[in-house]
């Protein structure tokens, strides 16, 4: 069913049972590396023709080789027939160099470059400590139309944890938009109302990426009958209303907002432990999770610009040519993926979802 027939179908209030939309991408994953990349791939791919592959690796991808070499791993651990392209990005610190950025844009190394506030999340430690003083390299990006991905949270341990992105975009991100005009900045994971009114306010060069789980759970949910750790993800979730307007956000047609489901796998031994790990592994109900919001908020119609069309237009890279189709159709969902002697939980795993992925067309 096209666009314009779901807009007819929906507007003669009459329910949609079956969507066939451009093939889509995922702005924002974390497919690790040996075994756990062998494990947690086939997910994304069987529902995304491409993904931006974080590079917070130990140790992460700083340099042009390094990007190449993890690229190729990911193209060797595909499941076989299956044509799924990672996008490759880098990992900025305080000592890259503007000429190895601008290297591996143009000889296509990379697409994009991640600024981790240092120590904000998982293997961020190596992140930028001061991000005025990586002007000359974000100056050289802003020159070559090369975006910069940034996890938006300050990192002073005497701000509350709650209050993390509100303070770094106050205190770095809108800084860093007056002082680099023309730079394409993507704030990832956006958790607040406040941080969707900025990315509005600068569409024209920012853009947000908003997870499948911030627009399902609330900071209430993580502690919803005791502590439930796989829930537990940075940033954190917050409050209902902030949940309710990332909902309006992915679902009014805003070019501005696009996919990015940082599905981020941990073990099952690391989400269980004393000091848990920050990640929800979303990537294996991703686009389920995602369709189901926007049947619910009445706007199937402007699904296939979120999923299919807006982040690829923001990066200025071509629009996929396959079609994938989702149904109204029960789906039972696995409670866990098998890691060699461990398991990584999923999220929604063991619940019954409204939708299933169908048929894909290359």
Known sequence: MS???????????????RITIRRPDDFHVHLRDGAMLKAVLPFTAAQFARGVIMPNLVPPVTRVAGAIAYRERILAARPEGVDFRPLMTCYLTDATAPDEIEKGFSEGAWVAAKLYPAGATTNAHYGVTDIPGLAPVL????????????????TDPAVDIFDREAVFMEQSLLPLLKRHAGLKVVVEHVTTAETVDIVRAHASRAAGTITPHHLVINRTSIFQGGLRPHLYCLPVAKRERHRLALRKAVTSGDACFFIGTDTAPHRRTAKEAECCSAGVFG?????????????EEGTLDRFEAFA????????????????????RRE????????????????????????????EVSP
């Open 331 to 358: 789906s039972p969902v696995m409670a866990a993926v098998a890691v060699e002697d461990t398991e990584v939980v999923v999220f929604q795993g063991g619940e019954t979802l409204p939708w299933s992925v169908g």
């Open 3 to 17: 666009v314009t027939e779901l807009f007819d179908k929906a507007a003669a209030g009459k329910r949609v049972d």
């Open 139 to 154: 100056e050289r990006m802003e020159k070559i139309g090369m975006p910069v991905l940034i996890h938006g949270e300050a």
């Open 283 to 295: 990537g294996a109900t991703a686009l389920q999770t995602y369709v189901q919001v926007f049947d």
């Open 308 to 327: 299919s069309v807006n982040g690829a237009r923001f990066y200025g890279i071509e629009l996929n040519r396959g079609t994938i189709v989702l149904e």
